[in-house]
Structure formats: structure tokens, C-alpha cells
């Protein structure tokens, strides 16, 4: 399973994000479901809303501070040397629809999970 959360840090991206959602939400599965070749239903993208009050202002300054975060998280180790490779595709895809946003890519690897019986 490979669970990709959008994160935006300030409104405007927050706005972007909610407008553009399925469009964002597809980019990310076909991107993951070809690159890391999983079947798409072992994909789930999670989108939010900003939670960011504020970032420390030598951030800001220099320009660092991103207006979005993509964070990928799998417990498939057996995945990470394909981790560049995605990052790299969804970069430039980002960039042909959404080049104002400063976007950021994460990859988590999970060392243990678990889910509820519930749902299955």
C-alpha cells in the first residue's frame, strides 16, 4: 500500500490544491501506479487542508519554505530504489500544471502497520 498525502502551507496553495483535486489526485496514482508498477487499489491519496500557522521567518527569507507538501508512505522497502524515479516524474509533471507553486516530495518508509478488521 502506498498512501500519498497533499499537505498545502499556505491558502492560495490550499486553494489550488481543492480546485485542482482531481486532476492532482489523478497525477499522483497514474504517476505511482506506473512508476512503482502497484495495482491502484493499493494507492490512496489523502488531500488537506492547511494547517500551517505559520513558517520562522529566515525560512521564508531564503525562499525555502514550500507551498506544497507530497508525502509518499509504503511499508514496501522493496519500492525505494524506484523512490527517485517518481519523485522526478511527479516533479515534472507538477511543473506543467502548476509551476507558480513551489512544491515539495517526501518519501516515508513505515516500519510497521496495522488496520482494523473493520471495512474488510
Known sequence: MTYITVSPKNSAAESLTAEASDTLCNLLRAATEEILQIPSDDIIVE???CTVFTFDQ???D???APD???TFA????HLQPKFSTLRDRVLHDWDGRFEAVRLEVWFT???VWGSSAAGA
Open 58 to 60: 529566515s525560512a521564508v
Open 109 to 111: 518508509l513505515i516500519d
Open 47 to 49: 488531500m488537506n487542508r
Open 68 to 70: 506544497v507538501v507530497l
Open 74 to 77: 509504503t511499508s514496501d522497502r
Open 62 to 64: 531564503a525562499g525555502v
